[in-house]
């Protein structure tokens, strides 16, 4: 069971939590049927997303035997059988399909978005991945499809303030998993890295990060919750913390960068409580009157 779990990126789920997003910003988290729906949406994203991680595993099974980390994947190592990945495969794909029955929103729109977030997924594993800039693009465009499909799942539309800095740090964390892929050198087998050089990561990682704290103030100013104002100084100090972590020995990549660190991950839950109480307890109680 446990190499099932790893086949599946169980700990990747995390980055479906955007899906939750536009619920939760728009105040009306406790929606009892708008909750439900992002509750479904989020088992089937997870559902399909594991689905696409085993047929990119099965389709660069040889290419992994022979990288020092991914030989130890439950494929690559044999540990589990491809005939038997295949089937999981196809159980996550039935469930994910499943799941969209009993979600009351706008069903088509959501499908579509699930067909989209597939597509987006087969170009880059087809050769998409191989191509510089692209391969940015189309990681990007997967976050961007999750906090969407978050929004087609509720009928609430994404404020542009939103999308410009899940974006632009979506990006950030992007460019610094390819920054220290090629400044570790460990990935011979992604072909990318010979076409990137350092410096331009590194530039292009940081001009993004600059811009996301300056849309997620515009964002938060915009919205005239002054409670919330709390938060940018903690957003930059969970920048700051998490640059430090890249710019060490770290993988760059944003899952195991947030799960290694214990401090980070604190910051991230008072960043949650905050919001929470600037969200649903401050316009209740009054506590914006005093700000």
Same mark, same amino acid.
């Given at each position: 069971?446990?190499?099932?779990?790893?086949?599946?990126?169980?700990?990747?789920?995390?980055?479906?939590?955007?899906?939750?997003?536009?619920?939760?910003?728009?105040?009306?988290? /406790?929606?009892?049927?708008?909750?439900?729906?992002? /509750? /479904?949406?989020?088992?089937?994203?997870?559902?399909?997303?594991?689905?696409?991680?085993?047929?990119?595993?099965?389709?660069?099974?040889?290419?992994?035997?022979?990288?020092?980390?991914?030989?130890?994947?439950?494929?690559?190592?044999?540990?589990?059988?491809?005939?038997?990945?295949?089937?999981?495969?196809?159980?996550?794909?039935?469930?994910?399909?499943?799941?969209?029955?009993?979600?009351?929103?706008?069903?088509?729109?959501?499908?579509?978005?699930?067909?989209?977030?597939?597509?987006?997924?087969?170009?880059?594993?087809?050769?998409?991945?191989?191509?510089?800039?692209?391969?940015?693009?189309?990681?990007?465009?997967?976050?961007? /499809?999750?906090?969407?499909?978050?929004?087609?799942?509720?009928?609430?539309?994404?404020?542009?303030?939103?999308?410009?800095?899940?974006?632009?740090?979506?990006?950030?964390?992007?460019?610094?998993?390819?920054?220290?892929?090629?400044?570790?050198?460990?990935?011979?087998?992604?072909?990318?890295?010979?076409?990137?050089?350092?410096?331009?990561?590194?530039?292009?990682?940081?001009?993004?990060?600059?811009?996301?704290? @300056?849309?997620?103030?515009?964002?938060?100013?915009?919205?005239?919750?002054?409670?919330?104002?709390?938060?940018?100084?903690?957003?930059?100090?969970?920048?700051?913390?998490?640059?430090?972590?890249?710019?060490?020995?770290?993988?760059?990549?944003?899952?195991?960068?947030?799960?290694?660190?214990?401090?980070?991950?604190?910051?991230? @839950?008072?960043?949650?409580?905050?919001?929470?109480?600037?969200?649903?307890?401050?316009?209740?109680?009054?506590?914006?009157?005093?700000?």
């Amino acid at each position: 069971m446990k190499q099932y779990v790893k086949l599946i990126r169980v700990h990747h789920y995390i980055k479906n939590v955007l899906i939750f997003f536009p619920l939760f910003f728009s105040a009306d988290l /406790l929606n009892f049927s708008l909750l439900k729906n992002c /509750l /479904l949406g989020f088992a089937g994203f997870s559902f399909l997303s594991s689905a696409i991680y085993i047929f990119n595993d099965l389709r660069d099974i040889e290419s992994d035997r022979l990288h020092t980390e991914k030989r130890r994947r439950p494929l690559a190592s044999g540990a589990i059988s491809k005939k038997s990945a295949f089937f999981a495969a196809a159980v996550l794909v039935a469930l994910a399909a499943a799941t969209q029955f009993f979600i009351t929103a706008q069903r088509l729109y959501c499908v579509i978005v699930l067909l989209i977030y597939l597509l987006v997924n087969i170009i880059y594993s087809m050769g998409g991945k191989h191509i510089p800039i692209i391969d940015v693009f189309l990681l990007v465009g997967g976050f961007f /499809l999750r906090l969407y499909y978050g929004s087609a799942l509720t009928d609430i539309p994404i404020s542009g303030w939103m999308y410009l800095t899940i974006v632009s740090l979506s990006f950030y964390l992007v460019l610094g998993k390819r920054r220290n892929e090629l400044l570790r050198q460990e990935d011979e087998t992604r072909k990318v890295l010979a076409q990137y050089n350092y410096s331009f990561l590194d530039k292009m990682m940081y001009m993004f990060l600059g811009m996301t704290l @300056v849309f997620y103030s515009m964002w938060l100013v915009g919205g005239g919750n002054r409670f919330l104002y709390l938060t940018i100084p903690l957003v930059m100090i969970i920048c700051m913390q998490y640059s430090l972590l890249v710019e060490s020995s770290s993988s760059g990549d944003p899952v195991d960068v947030l799960l290694s660190s214990k401090l980070l991950l604190l910051f991230a @839950v008072i960043l949650g409580l905050i919001f929470f109480a600037g969200l649903y307890l401050a316009p209740k109680f009054g506590w914006l009157a005093i700000l």
